[in-house]
């Protein structure tokens, strides 16, 4: 059980939207490109070989004296694809609460979509990269779809490393383009952040949600510590107190970085507080816009 | 003033050490914190080396038990000194009230008699004029006292009830002797008053005469301080026995009520022959057979010889060491003399003065060591705060 009532029920009234035009089969609520015969009337084209003679307009035929085609545009699904960066590092979590960490945040922030996908007949799948490589569960759209989802959900380990650019070859196959893309990662990782932007190039529309810690942002810790990097196996012995101020300001120095990187590459980008609710950040994105 | 009856155990002071090293030692540094935005912490400031002490209260509610319980390793004690200008004046009780005030000018001064209980000199003459122990007395009182209080003692000319050891006190003593006044009512010396021994024997009893009188000549020539004042009264069975007698030499077999009344007035009686038995108190040389048992009956005493008092029926009368043995058993021990002028007799001060009367400190020690105990044990076991 990924989802609690309580947050289930604060998901009604959201809505997944991309600003691409889905080019999926089958019927949806996100206006497509794909053309056709249809109802509702898109534009007059020129006519090619191979067009139906009955979906030619004879009328103006007749005005103009050339052949034109009726185009009639049709909504299609969208393809809702969740990106889950599941490196070492996200198994990070907080002192007051070890048992969530950033990978639990990320299953819960992915059900969630899921689930608001499923409500909109959308398809939808995640994908998850790290130690093991490429895997995930492919897009679909049904109830059962939905189960098996969840399942992939919760066998997802937070290990290892994430590949390097021959080992994400199988990630284009699984991201279709003009899918949503939502990537849940720590920010840490250059690659994944590659990833991202590769992604945002290739027609996806790319939505970023970096995953913090509460302890990162505020840093409460106080003494000596023995911190341990376990992603690139380094410990450190660390003054706390001493270096907090430098590393707040280091760390919001990174964050701003990492925002404005996403912003050039047309990502858009927020932040999500393992203290705070996932409601929180998907009304953020996936809310009705207020003006 | 408080003292230590063992300062080595205040050495029990290093486990101070103990606890001060737990505290200093970092906890935090020994367990691993992950922490995956370590690229971001500054990699220069090592935890500085400075000394950091964590919980100081439960650090110095430690200290202050262990701490505790080494004062309590050392047996503190109170030691009362007394003020300097106090005063105690003693007075022996053969001494009047009235005459001891005439000799000493200290009207504001504790004034006690030298008797059991030390009581006030308030009346004039509270207390049994009996000196006997007065003077020992004076060894408790002195012991009692704290170290800083003048004592002053007043006494007759001529002191009884002494002993053997000199009196040696603590302090410098202000010795009064007041004229006139004597300690006990002067008498004869017991080494200078009559002996006398009843014989009494039945009939035929010529050769344990003998036997009785060559005794009190071997006892006279052993012993110059018998001669000449030893005497025997030799009468038959049926004669009463004088009060004043010493000592009874019964010589008539069988039960006798005039035996047993002795005996029941608490006299020593030498009875032979006799079925009386006891305890073996003389073994023969040769034999090793008991000769001369001893018993007590009531107050008084019997030694028994279970044959009668003729060489022939008993060897052992033939052995020289039998009179010395019976004199022993039979005759009363000189005192020793236990009078003297009270100007001779002046306390001396103690080399090493022994220590001032001291009242134990261990319960409060103790009930503070408890305590501080359960306090410690609450702080170091609360529930520690969830860091938010």
Known sequence: MLLAPELRARLKGLRLATRLTPTGQGIGQHASNSRGAGLEFAQYRAYEPGDEPRSIDWKLFARSDRYFVRDATRDSPLNACVLIDASASMAQADRARPAYGKLDAARTIAACIGDIALQQGDRFGFTAIGGDGVTGVPAGNTL??????????????????????????????????ASLVVLLSD???DDVVEVAERLARTQRDVISIQLITADERDFPFDGGHLFEDVEAGVERLVDASGVRSDFLARFAAARQTLARRYAASGIRHVEHFLDQSPAQVLR???????? | MIDLLAPVALTALAALAIPLLIHLIRRSERQRTPFAALRWVADRTRPRQRLHLHDRLLLMLRLLLLAVLALLLAQPVWRELGADDAKVIAVLPSVSAAAARAAVDAPTADWRWLAAGFPALATDEPV????????????????????????????????????????????????????GAASAPAGDSPTRTALTIAVRHGADATDALKVV??????????????????SLDVADADAAVPAEAAVLIWLVPGISPTLDAWLAGGGTAFVSPSELGGDPVWLDEQSGEPVLRERLIGTGRAVSLVTPLRPDKTPALRDPMFPKALARLLLPMPTAPDRAPAAAVAPVRRDQPAPAPATPLDAGLALAAAVLLLAERLRATRRRRVLA
Do not use: N, Y
């Open chain 1, 284 to 291: 953020t994105l996936f809310g009705p816009r207020r003006r």
């Open chain 2, 213 to 230: 009188r060559a005794l009190a000549q071997a006892w006279q020539t052993a012993d110059a301080s018998l001669s000449g004042r030893l």
């Open chain 2, 128 to 179: 049994e004029p009996s000196s006997d122990a007065g003077i020992g007395l004076l060894r408790q009182l002195d012991a009692e006292l704290p170290p800083k209080i003048a004592l002053t003692v007043v006494v007759p000319a001529e002191l009884s009830g002494l002993d053997a050891e000199r009196l040696r006190l603590d302090r410098e003593v202000d010795w009064k002797i007041v004229a």
């Open chain 1, 144 to 177: 059962r779809h939905r189960d098996r989802f969840q399942l992939g959900l919760q066998a997802l380990r937070a290990q290892g490393r994430v590949p390097a650019r021959d080992g994400l070859r199988l990630l284009w196959e699984r991201i279709p383009a």
């Open chain 1, 187 to 189: 920010g840490f990782d």
